[in-house]
């Protein structure tokens, strides 16, 4: 479990992120389309995992939006943003923002990426949502860097997260 805080209360998640030089897991995620994709969908890139509570949010569609601006210039790089949004919040979002470099993913149907990869909010007002977070992972699958953020109101560390691609 991890102990983070939001505006300051604590809150906890129900598991700790994988470790680096661990193989991230396999998931069924919903996409945009409400079409189902797996970590196959994406074998052969380099990934960005970027995890976060809503895209509604200000810090987390701050996120969506850096990424989405940083991938632009990195070769066979995904990035999925995985959120419990549903798949239309997170389409109207995109859409409005302009945004096309980033692949948004939900996890509103069962929760289970949330449960796998340890990610869920236990308690607070975000409770059952994701915890803000990054996973990069090698075009293997192999896990680089990984940040749990600890406080939700903070934006990752872009810089540390994409230096693991170099």
């Known amino acids: 479990m991890a102990n983070i ?30 079409s189902t994709k797996t970590l196959e969908d994406f074998n052969g890139h380099h990934l960005i995992l970027n995890i976060f509570p809503s895209v509604n949010t200000g810090v987390c569609s701050a996120s969506v ?26 389409e109207q979002f995109c859409a409005a923002e302009g945004l096309e470099n980033v692949v948004m993913l939900s996890d ?16 607070g007002i975000f409770d059952a949502l994701l915890s803000r977070c990054i996973i990069i992972a090698d075009k293997n699958g192999i896990v680089l860097y990984t940040e749990q953020v600890p406080e939700i109101g903070q934006e ?3 810089e540390a997260a994409l230096s693991a691609l170099k």
Request: glycine share 10%.
């Open 108 to 123: 509103f149907k069962n929760g289970t990426f949330g449960r796998d990869y340890g990610l869920i909010m236990t308690n």
């Open 5 to 34: 805080t939001l505006g300051g209360n604590p809150v906890t998640t129900s598991g700790k992120l994988p470790e680096i030089g661990d193989k991230i897991k396999d998931f069924k995620l919903v996409a945009t389309d409400l």
């Open 156 to 158: 990752p560390n872009y």
């Open 65 to 90: 939006r850096a990424f989405n601006a940083s991938v632009a210039s990195l070769e066979n790089t995904k990035v999925l943003c995985i959120s419990r949004d549903l798949p239309f919040a997170q």
